[in-house]
């Protein structure tokens, strides 16, 4: 694996880390804070790298199916999605090791896929990988301090959903990533399980709704 690739791999879980300890005020809420802060700009100094910039850009150029793939292709995707899936999900978290992805989280990721059909969300640059991080982010800071104000169970609930933004955003950003140094064959699996990783992220931490 290319070095600096491992190393963003690294800084997002340590930023999926950082954030987690923030939704738990540990030690405490403004140093939580800060420690996330800190740790996401270390995700965004490593995607701003050039070197990794430019592998980025190649892998999401050329695995977007919605771009790459006629609809015949995709068809046959999604049928290979359902026969091959054991593999998939083995090549797919072993990209991501430092993120200790389960195979039933990738096996999530997948069944929405099949039941939805798109590719999730759509990022096709590194530029627009940051944006949406940046994004993502403040959400989990905004909803991690209004979560304090609510009664016990909103907050339980609020909490939950935070959690669970917070695991989404890290595995969309890893898959993409990780999978830079997979073979290009696997490419479209990949996109496809970032994208829909990063678009339940934003359904748990904006709202969005991908109809």
């Not at 200790?100 to 039941?115: H, K, W």
Request: proline share 4%.
């Amino acid at each position: 694996m290319d070095p600096k690739i491992k190393a963003l791999l690294e800084a997002i879980a340590e930023w999926q880390i950082a954030c987690d300890r923030l939704s738990r005020a540990v030690p405490d809420p403004k140093t939580a804070e800060r420690n996330a802060q800190i740790a996401q700009q270390n995700v965004l100094a490593k995607l701003q790298d050039e070197s990794v910039q430019c592998i980025l850009d190649h892998f999401l150029q050329q695995a977007n199916p919605e771009k790459a793939l006629t609809l015949s292709a995709q068809d046959t995707l999604r049928q290979t999605l359902v026969a091959e899936r054991s593999t998939i999900v083995d090549v797919e978290a072993k990209s991501v090791h430092p993120l200790q992805l389960s195979d039933q989280t990738l096996e999530y990721l997948i069944a929405i896929y099949l039941r939805s059909g798109t590719p999730g969300a759509v990022v096709t640059t590194t530029a627009e990988l940051e944006a949406l991080l940046k994004q993502l982010h403040a959400a989990i800071v905004a909803e991690t301090t209004a979560s304090r104000q609510l009664p016990k169970k909103s907050k339980r609930q609020r909490k939950r959903r935070l959690a669970t933004g917070i695991t989404f955003t890290a595995i969309g950003l890893g898959l993409l990533a990780g999978n830079t140094q997979s073979q290009q064959s696997t490419a479209p699996y990949s996109y496809i399980l970032g994208g829909n990783a990063l678009l339940q992220a934003i359904r748990d931490l904006i709202g969005e709704s991908s109809d």
